[in-house]
């Protein structure tokens, strides 16, 4: 595996679920981030984590839950979510000298009905 | 107002036309300027990355910053029907927190 990538590409939940989506980068990089893209609306940046530590909460519910174990994995935990939240849900990464160029994932796409 | 202004579009184009496409913003802070090109049920991808004014060429692209009038461009010359997809202008002011525009959806008619 190359890049970025994030599992599962795409996700159906209930307001009453529990998930989890994943992200990994084969990069080197010590930078990661969870954006949410909404049809017509820019991408939204939720969360950034340097080198595991959390270092950018953008305001986002309690009802997303971040985790980052190490530099290379990066999860998004989610509960009683709203059908508002059904989105994609990209990961991304960077180096933390080079934190302009983000590298994107495919994204996961999220149904919550 | 939005901190980054960007025509969602849609623009069709015939193919070898030039394309321009556009951004606008309010925040006089911001130093760098990112193109990225998203295909559909695709993440976005780095294109065109600029360091303050000026003009940045790649192959068939070219960026331009004007940081004067708060306007950055991206140019492609040539275009190929490979070229459709949604181009998102972003920008930062040297932290690692990206402002998008809401991305213009562009389609290449062969």
């Known amino acids: 595996e190359t890049g970025v990538t994030q599992t599962p590409r795409h996700l159906v939940m209930g307001m009453t679920n529990k998930k989890s989506l994943k992200c990994e980068q084969h990069?080197?990089?010590?930078?990661m981030y969870w954006y949410k893209q909404s049809a017509k609306k820019p991408l939204e940046l939720m969360f950034v984590?340097?080198?595991?530590?959390?270092?950018e909460n953008n305001s986002v519910p309690s009802r997303f839950s971040p985790e980052c174990p190490n530099s290379s994995h990066l999860f998004l935990h989610l509960h009683t979510l709203q059908p508002e939240d059904s989105a994609l849900y990209l990961c991304?990464?960077?180096?933390?000298?080079?934190?302009?160029?983000?590298?994107f994932g495919p994204g996961t796409r999220l149904l919550v009905l | 107002q939005k901190e980054v202004e960007q025509d969602p579009g849609p623009l069709s184009v015939p193919e070898g036309a030039i394309v321009s496409l556009n951004c606008t913003y309010s925040?006089?802070?911001?130093?760098?300027f990112m193109w990225y090109r998203q295909y559909s049920r695709k993440g976005p991808e780095l294109l065109m990355y600029?360091?303050?004014?000026g003009n940045k060429e790649d192959g068939r692209f070219t960026a331009q910053v004007d940081k004067s009038s708060k306007y950055i461009s991206l140019f492609i010359r040539d275009s190929q029907p490979s070229d459709s997809a949604t181009y998102l202008c972003?920008?930062?002011?040297?932290?690692?927190?990206?402002?998008f525009g809401q991305g213009t959806r562009l389609t290449i008619n062969p």
């Open positions: 600029t360091y303050s004014s």
């Open positions: 990069l080197g990089h010590n930078a």
């Open positions: 984590y340097n080198f595991k530590e959390q270092t």
């Open positions: 991304a990464s960077s180096l933390p000298s080079e934190k302009e160029t983000q590298y």
């Open positions: 972003a920008m930062s002011e040297g932290a690692q927190k990206l402002v």
């Open positions: 925040n006089s802070a911001f130093q760098y």
